[in-house]
């Protein structure tokens, strides 16, 4: 990655080998020699709005939110233009982790952003209506990809289940990237960015539970996630919403079922259809065979989860039961 801008003044070779090299060891994870290049290049080229964009980008990786944040700022007071600059994007992110709303609403703002509410106010920007995304939570590991809402431009909040693997839960607020890697599209027309997870933001105290279910029918299985949803939590069917993907898939742009109800086999999808299990499963494409046995991630409280389940038995126990019960996460 290279971060080269319009500038005042042509940077120096010795800046540019410096830039150049430092990236190289991000890409490599080394942090330490990297953030020591790009001192020494803010050094040569202080007038520079990239020396400090660069410092900010690298304190990002790193999660050093206080050191993202002066570096971004010294960044933003030397631009040549006054909005839509990365730069203030970065801003506003470390200022989001920090929770220095004041300094993340002028971030917004400046990028371009309309924030609604008082511009100076004190409390963290709501209402701002970005709609639905997803994100992909620990994309250096076991990547998952889970919908939820955008709250403002770096924090979603999880909607979707998320697989025990993940270790993140139902309601959780995440921090996210401000580049997309990939994006969903859906039958109806309209495709969601993917976004990257950057850090847990808020924790969610609801755990996650798995359990085997028998449902005679779709509506069976319906039933029981509007049953959970009508008590404030959530049921998903990971033996139809999950599937795997390799990287390459998982970045790219991608059918999803999420709001249209249709399910869509592709030659990408390298999960085993119709065999249920944490890791990857995909029913066949509509007008298959149901498969009564289903694998189901419920988010609730302990005190809750049971009695969602016999509720749910209990209104149609010719048709449906439940068993294994384990809490996951």
Known sequence: MRIFGKVRH????????????????????????????????????PWLSESWFNLALLHKFRHDWEQARAAGLRAVALLDRETGAPDWWNVGIAATALQDWPLARRAWQAYGLKVPG?????GEPIGMELGSAAVRLSPEGEAEVVWGRR???????????????????????VLHDGVPHGERV????????????????????????????EAATEADRDALEQLASDAGFAAEDWSSS?????????????????????????????????????LGHRTAGSGSLWVPERECGIAAPAGLVRGLLDGWVADSPGTREWRDLEEVC
């Not at 998320?162 to 959780?172: D, I, K, Q, V, Y």
């Not at 999950?242 to 079922?257: A, F, I, K, N």
């Open 10 to 45: 042509r940077p120096s070779a010795s800046w540019r080998q410096a830039t150049d090299r430092a990236f190289t060891l991000i890409g490599d994870g080394r942090y330490e020699d990297a953030g020591a290049l790009l001192t020494r290049a803010a050094d040569l080229e």
């Open 151 to 173: 709250l403002d431009p770096a924090r979603l909040e999880v909607l979707s289940i998320p697989l025990p693997s993940s270790g993140r839960r139902w309601g959780e607020v």
């Open 118 to 122: 008082d511009a100076a106010g004190a």
């Open 242 to 278: 999950v599937r795997l993907l390799c990287r390459t898939c998982s970045e790219s742009e991608m059918p999803s079922d999420e709001g249209d109800g249709e399910q869509h086999l592709d030659p990408h999808d390298h999960s085993e259809p119709g065999h249920p299990g944490p």
């Open 186 to 213: 859906t039958a109806a027309g309209p495709s969601y960015p993917v976004f990257d997870e950057i850090e847990l933001w808020a924790p969610s105290p609801v755990p996650t539970w798995v359990v085997l279910l």
